[in-house]
């Protein structure tokens, strides 16, 4: 299995494709730019080869009885869901922020397998069985896969298939016998710059007007034809700089733009069957909603680490604060909880694998858009004043001779160095403010879009019924007309 | 298996010893101050007997392999567990409110399944075998159990033996060659008035000196020595008259005298062994705090119902609140999905019953004493100014010759009858100010109880050092001392 | 200036009218359902003889020069509206509820002295000469008023003049020389049991079609034709007995069904002006909603009050709570500080009266159909399980001679009796369940109405134009269309 | 009075002593570390002299009669500290963040006018009168003036005279003839970069062995042995470049190192009279914890603006999310409110200024370190996906001739251009989570901080008083000992 020199040896070996800040970044694995990103899933493979973290990040193949990553398996059981929390919270950990290449491309893979296993039932297609190759292929190789789902999307009021510019969201532009010709863009695509391919899914769920957008593919992040621009973050302009402002790791986000991409067939595993985008849509956001709580979860652990280091840096018993650190303990857990509640009560899809429950899935999104920035909240708030924007000199000026013997007598608080308290400040914003913040408010779909998922999934009238006998009504009660 | 009717028929065998309002009831099966809580119960056997309900309300037995009610089994796995949160949930949207004799001694049971066989593993003692008859019988029997653990405490600064009055907490008084002598109070017990025996466990964590009060045994309701006081709820006194004001069903609490009963032998389960007052507190409140978010789901489940149901009284779309009622919905799915989440967690003890994750299920406690009060509000807020307290005539008055046709004209309000407006009304009076309350804030203990165990549970150095190797710090940082 | 004897004899003058579970009560300040009421407002008739609460409880009249009861009186400044805040604090503290007979019909003279004067300037009426009259009387006698807003409304989706029953809202049937009859109902109204008169006001925002319905007057609470039926609150029942189960004080509301009910023309204050139904609601809720956060801090103190002593009658030191009683003391500061705000950034008509902001008033609707929740729910936390539904046996039970004396043993804590602790435990259950939770959610208008009140009144365009001009977007930025 | 250019003209005056990575800032005016806090700055002086803000930004010296600009005023009056929350809500408006160099020295000013008051009574001191004569001059010129409370303090289980480092808190080190040496420093100040002066405040309550620690006094900013470092707040990085990716306004805040600085005695307003830091910090802190709900207001509706043109320019109507931008208000309205609410429960000093109730003053400090990170929390749901960190390509690639033409096609949405969107993308994450987000959670001190002063300035025992007389309970309940 590959370690994590092969992995970033892998990474230098594609094609240079990706800009940021208006250059072309030759190498992901050394350019500052990207390398923490990359530093961050590369400890995923280290992680896979240290005995205390190989259970979680490894498994045995249903498909070949090897060893592989967790993140190359097909998710068979409750337990195979759970161990991708698992995964997440140890990652978060490890990085402290979210490892995106080996989270998505992974969800999209499982998503495919059930979906493909439909529209093989009903079309006879082959969907399944090239799927099945291409995954052998990506756990023998031991890959790390960005998904794509998020189009571009232009105006909201149309469909992909009314707007003005029809490259808004991707589509098949030509197919050809070997294969087809994609073009578009997705966008906010996460881990991208630390990935050996990218797994296209729908964005939406499409009817036949839209069939053309229904398309699923894997390809090579570097495949003809393909452009990426990283997008930026809060502070990450320091990452330029080697210092101890930032962490060595980091995740970044990309745009895609598909400039007439051909993929060929057996990449390919949706192509038009606009019926399935309901499918996959569902099984992605099920699991995707169920497992984000031990994202939110594990970065929660290191704030609540952070806070308590803050706390002591400050000269402070970090006792002082029981209450709020027990609050975002809570916090952390409620996310954790409702993720693997959401398994608990999932059910496995005729294909084989595992799906959480849609209905906990989606509470959990709401959760996840809400309970880590009280979190985050409270960890200013322990942190005290020096955590909070604008209240850290920089490093030039700390390791400045001239200004730097001053900033560092008055940093000092108690027993801890003024340098222990620099760098715990550096991580509190990093994680609350700045580069380290995931996006956990939009990733997977948007709270809102989750809220009509749980209202559409809870069987009210029934719930009306249990009202009605316990109190003995009788009559039929309807609802009454909108006021005019 | 037992029906309803017999049900009621065997409660009614039992010696009265139990009071409300300074009389004695005779017949807790039509005593209006008991009968809705026995009626609540009835629900349960006439589930176990409805194809709808009957796999959840039943099991096969893994003593004898033959089915029993579900309340009287071993939960030897995770859906075992899963399936005491469906019979909790089924419960409350059945009788609207708590139904503690098939919840507590059930409880009780499974921990003292596991506690028996440590104590028997340390002292060579034969608690797990007398408790094993004692369930072969209440399987064969189908009985429902009241558990009590909440003793009156007395000074809460001083431990049991400390008291100056030592009966603040039920204590072993006299040991006998074939029983014990034990004597005290225990308070604010559920379901009492519906259960055929009382399972008493120990109500704290003992050192040696309070040995005395290390007891556990099962008793009949109706035992030699123990007077039973009912406690009241707001509007209880409504129960006295037979009308629409309140459900068919209930639940009480109430305070157990225990003046110098005589256990014997083969009922108890515990006797001085002291130590192992943790073990059995641990694994009950893991199982109570975990399950006990299905009972908020289901007490929410019939909430959301009910405004609903309010809303169209009312005369308007239910859809003007959708939002709300959305957050209702996932104020349920949340103490839901974290039990269920603590029970993922879980894992099987020695003695082959399964217990939630401590960590998951006291976090929950915590949900549990606050989400339940925001999805009253919002069930307030979405009935309207008539749920409010005091903005409805009573019945006698809705039912007056000279003053009920007026009133009933007034409270139509759209297509739906007056009526309907009325109980609807009364209903969500009852469940959000009144009589159908449960007490899940302090029912198996306080909130702030859980949040100790919560911090306790929690890795805090291990969160500290994730955040410390993040951001590269190597000193050893260290609790400072507290202000001097 | 009427004594408190004085007053409740001049009730006694009044013709029997009011009803509760089906019979007329001949002596509202004997009867026990009314009595707790009464008693209520007469400790403001107290007050005011109370040299600690004179100058809050009085004031000087600025129409006569002499000392009048406060809720009496024209409220001309900053410092009028203030003292109303103040006089509803002291009441809640001193009666622990809401006292609506010295509140609404204050608000309702007010509204009116400046809507009379705006129709009067429009329609050369003589309607504010008429209030004047009617006030300096009431100034003179010292009376309590009622006000009567909240129709039975009807069918929700349409206007009062399209109900099918064209009684659901209170209107004008017949006008004749010297006066007019008035039909139909109001219902939830608080405090008429204690008030000599009741001042009717239009219940929403009328156009022409309704103008029969824009009726404003004042009519003695037991004019002919006049029908009073009390509504309920939980535990009221227990009323009927005297023991410490409940405070001497009490707050009930009622249905007033107005049968062809004549009002003769010197009490008739709008008769069709459809168009200042708009100002008087304004005006009325401005008032209402501002000064209703001093109820709830004034709740709320005696809530943080018996939270302590709770927690000392339960024998744990109140610092224990210190967070959850700083946070409840917080809540009470928040709705009684926006409600100061709303009257700092109120201003003077030009009647001369003066209105609090209407934009911060129904802010604090908002906090105030909010906050008391969860101050209610930290009472109860403190409160400990003993305070949770069901956790005490009645007073028959604490009386009985055979039980008495076990419940009492039990109940005591610490040092303190256990009469107290069942005497606080009472207390609290009355103030968060029972009879004593005033209706605050809905009392002057939903919360959701407020926060349409709050969006219509914020200039939003004008806040995108900030953003615009912050980041120098120079572009016109429209709503888009609905989605199609 | 001073216009915009003449303010940045007086500030190119100063000696350079400021420094930011490293690098002396020759002019702040200019230098794009620090050009941004000097515009908003001079926006104030420009609102002085725009008739639309005119009203608000001046107003006319108690002392001479003439106009000043309002932040060089004493507040002696209800409405002239209203006046303070109406400056910071424009500022906010204006600038988008923080202007505290026309509010902190604005604050210690009034502040010392009471505290110089009472020590002169006292010890027969001069300091009210140099004081005057430093405002009168003050006005003339129209400063913009600093203010530095919070020192360094070191091991925080230590007073100032205990810590091994007595520099950790500024100091009088000598006492000369004409003046005093004051040593130490002072960090996290706001504002400094675009202020003519410092107003030096001590940061605690001391008592006599802290006596040399209580310290008052105003030097210019460029004093003669003070060095300032800058501190960074997140993407300030960006600051460097000139685009739209910022607005042109901001604030910075700094350390402060007083090297044996030599204060004159005509600058000096405390020297000794440590019994006199406790009407200075409570004087301080009631201003500023009422008058920030204002900035916090202002920055909100900034942020309602944002949302509502996010939503526009993702091609959602705005009413979409009418709850959420009703949250946001309503947020907004209640710090607001509270502010107010606490200038109405103030009340004038002896000395003639007006202080607002520290009571309520307190409270809305805790409103203001939680409301607006619920406000940011909306901001960035409403915003969608693209306002989320790490969702937006940089300017540089934005800009670029190759990469920019793709992104520009697809931010487009709607009918609004990408240029639109992408800067409104860029004005959230800036008012969010970058350089505009101003220190309201620690600034004057922390929300605990003001818990403390909120339960002290409780009359609790009187509110038991409350619950006792309700309930007639006339025994003594006192605090239990604290368990053993």
């Known amino acids: 299995?590959?370690?994590?020199?092969?992995?970033?040896?892998?990474?230098?070996?594609?094609?240079?494709n990706i800009y940021k800040f208006g250059k072309l970044i030759e190498d992901v694995?050394?350019?500052?730019?990207?390398?923490?990103?990359?530093?961050?899933?590369?400890?995923?493979?280290?992680?896979?080869?240290d005995p205390e973290y190989e259970k979680i990040f490894t498994t045995t193949s249903n498909l070949t009885g090897e060893k592989?990553?967790?993140?190359?398996s097909l998710m068979m059981s409750q337990d195979d869901v759970i161990a991708n929390m698992?995964?997440?919270?140890?990652?978060?950990?490890?990085?402290?922020?979210?490892?995106?290449?080996?989270?998505?491309?992974?969800?999209?893979?499982?998503?495919?397998?059930?979906?493909?296993?439909?529209?093989?039932?009903?079309?006879?297609?082959?969907?399944?069985?090239?799927?099945?190759?291409?995954?052998?292929?990506?756990?023998?190789?031991?890959?790390?896969?960005?998904?794509?789902?998020?189009?571009?999307?232009?105006?909201?009021?149309?469909?992909?298939?009314?707007?003005e510019d029809l490259d808004k969201n991707i589509r098949v532009i030509e197919k050809r016998k070997d294969g087809i010709v994609i073009h578009g863009a997705k966008v906010m695509i996460c881990g991208v710059a630390a990935?050996?391919?990218?797994?296209?899914?729908?964005?939406?769920i499409y009817g036949e007007e839209d069939k053309d957008f229904a398309v699923a593919c894997a390809v090579p992040r570097d495949i003809e034809g393909l452009t990426i621009v990283e997008a930026t973050r809060p502070s990450d302009l320091r990452e330029l700089e080697d210092n101890f402002e930032m962490p060595q790791t980091g995740i970044t986000q990309a745009y895609l733009f598909f400039d007439h991409v051909f993929v060929p067939n057996e990449r390919v595993f949706m192509c038009g069957e606009y019926k399935y985008t309901r499918s996959s849509i569902?099984?992605?956001?099920?699991?995707?909603?169920?497992?984000?709580?031990?994202?939110?979860?594990?970065?929660?652990?290191?704030?609540?680490?952070?806070?308590?280091?803050?706390?002591?840096?400050?000269?402070?018993?970090?006792?002082?604060?029981?209450?709020?650190?027990?609050?975002?303990?809570?916090?952390?857990?409620?996310?954790?909880?409702?993720?693997?509640?959401?398994?608990a009560a999932g059910s496995a899809h005729e294909s084989g694998v595992?799906?959480?429950?849609?209905?906990?899935?989606?509470?959990?999104?709401?959760?996840?858009?809400?309970?880590?920035?009280?979190?985050?909240?409270?960890?200013?708030?322990?942190?005290?004043?020096?955590v909070e924007t604008g209240c850290m000199p920089s490093y030039k000026d700390y390791s400045d001779p001239k200004l730097g013997p001053a900033i560092k007598k008055y940093?000092?608080?108690?027993?801890?160095?003024?340098?222990?308290?620099?760098?715990?400040t550096r991580l509190v914003e990093w994680l609350t403010l700045g580069a380290g913040v995931p996006g956990t408010m939009h990733g997977g779909g948007s709270p809102d879009g989750a809220r009509l998922f749980v209202k559409a999934l809870t069987p009210i009238e029934k719930y009306v019924d249990y009202a009605k006998k316990l109190i003995g009504i009788d009559e039929n009660v309807e609802e009454p007309a909108k006021k005019k």
Chains 1, 2, 3, 4 share one sequence.
């Open 411 to 424: 940093l000092k608080a108690g027993d801890t160095s003024g340098e222990t308290r620099a760098k715990a």
């Open 86 to 163: 698992k995964v997440k919270r140890s990652c978060y950990r490890l990085t402290g922020t979210c490892t995106g290449g080996v989270c998505v491309g992974w969800n999209c893979m499982n998503t495919m397998w059930a979906t493909t296993h439909e529209i093989d039932k009903e079309f006879g297609t082959d969907y399944h069985d090239r799927l099945k190759k291409w995954i052998l292929k990506a756990q023998k190789e031991g890959i790390t896969v960005a998904g794509a789902l998020t189009d571009a999307k232009g105006d909201r009021s149309k469909k992909p298939s009314q707007q």
């Open 29 to 49: 694995t050394t350019d500052p730019v990207t390398k923490r990103t990359v530093e961050s899933h590369a400890r995923c493979y280290a992680a896979a080869h």
């Open 282 to 343: 569902t099984y992605f956001t099920s699991t995707y909603r169920a497992c984000i709580g031990a994202c939110v979860a594990g970065q929660g652990d290191v704030m609540v680490g952070s806070a308590v280091l803050m706390a002591r840096a400050n000269g402070l018993p970090s006792r002082t604060f029981n209450d709020k650190i027990t609050s975002m303990i809570i916090n952390n857990e409620v996310t954790y909880g409702v993720g693997l509640g959401a398994i």
């Open 195 to 204: 990935s050996h391919e990218i797994f296209v899914l729908p964005g939406g």
């Open 354 to 386: 595992y799906f959480p429950d849609p209905l906990l899935a989606n509470t959990n999104k709401v959760m996840v858009a809400t309970l880590p920035y009280e979190t985050k909240r409270l960890t200013q708030e322990i942190g005290g004043g020096i």
């Open 68 to 72: 592989v990553f967790r993140w190359n």
């Open 1 to 16: 299995m590959r370690t994590t020199e092969e992995y970033k040896e892998s990474l230098r070996k594609l094609r240079p």
